[in-house]
Structures are given as C-alpha cells and as structure tokens.
C-alpha cells in the first residue's frame, strides 16, 4: 500500500494533461492576432492584429501601418489562441532528476545494511516515485507561473505555390 501515494502527483499531472488536450477552432476572424510568413511582400514574419480580409487579401496591422498580404503569397498563416501555462514542462523538468536521486538514495538506503548482493531495486523504485513525484509537482507549480502564447497553424486560407515560374540552376567551374 506504501506505492499508492507515489503514484497520486503522477497520475494527477497525467488527469491533467488529458483535459487540456482539446483543439481550438481553426477559423480566421476580424481582429484575431495573425503570424504570416509570406516572402513575397516581406521578409521574416508579419505579424499583426487582422484588420480586414477583403476577397483575397488580407490587412494585418503591423506596428503602425497596415500591410496588405495576397492570399496567394502566404506561405503559412498562424492564429493567436490566447495563452497556456507551462506546467507540464515544469513537472517534467521537476520530476526527472527527481526521480534520479530518488532512486539513488533509495538504492543504497534498502542496501546500506544487506549483504553484498542486494539488488537495491525495490528501494530504488520507491526512492525514484516519492521523490520523483513531488519534485514534478513542485516543478508543475513553478511552470503554471509562466506563461506562453498559443499559436494555431491554420488551413483556412487556401494555400497555393507560384505555379509557372521556372526552377534553375547556375553551375560556375573555376580554375
């Protein structure tokens, strides 16, 4: 019975876990917080609060202009879907090494008085989940502290290569 309370901070993070794994909904909206990748009108990522979407156009207000982005040049398009706290991180990072020096000292703590033989493993196990699991939920309470945005890749936005342009190539020997 002495297991059981080791398995409850473990099981708990799993619970946990499971419940947030729903996905949000995939459409792109008036005012949503957009990231856009399109190489075509701007190097590097614009990124934006989405103004308008007028037939195949997007507005995206950069800074302090707004930018005018063609569908068709959109190579991938991101949607702001609030943010997560990194809580999982956390317990992991936490129970990880955790359990590493539990399973240490529950090692030579079952063998500290045994013959030369002793495996050490049953105290190893014990060691590696009492320790182990509360590091991770120490580690949990420390990652739910941080928090990250969340990015949707979407496919609401057709998107299409440039067909019709020509692929070559430049071959230069030098002596």
């Known amino acids: 019975m002495w297991r059981a309370p080791a398995l409850v901070p ?7 876990a499971a ?19 399109a190489p075509a009108v701007q190097q590097g990522r614009i990124s934006g609060r989405l103004l308008e979407r007028a037939g195949d156009t997007f507005v995206i207000e950069h800074g302090t202009r707004p930018v005018r982005v063609p569908v068709s040049a959109i190579e991938s398009l991101e949607v702001h879907r609030g943010r997560r706290s990194r809580w999982k ?11 590493v020096l539990g ?16 495996s050490g493993a049953g105290g190893a196990t014990v060691g590696a989940l009492l320790v182990g699991g509360t ?5 949990a309470g420390m990652g739910a502290l941080f928090k990250v945005d969340r990015w949707q890749r979407t496919t609401t936005v ?4 440039t067909v019709g342009q ?6 230069v020997v030098r002596f």
């Open 103 to 118: 399973g240490l000292v529950g090692a030579y703590a079952a063998c500290d008085d045994q013959p030369r033989d002793c």
């Open 89 to 99: 991180e956390g317990g992991l990072i936490g129970f990880v090494p955790g359990a």
């Open 10 to 16: 473990v099981l708990a993070l799993a619970a946990a």
């Open 158 to 161: 057709r998107l299409n290569p």
């Open 166 to 171: 020509a692929v070559g190539l430049t071959v």
């Open 19 to 37: 419940l947030e794994a729903g996905d949000p909904p995939s459409a792109v909206d008036v005012g949503d917080r957009v990231r856009i990748k």
């Open 135 to 139: 590091t991770a939920v120490l580690g």
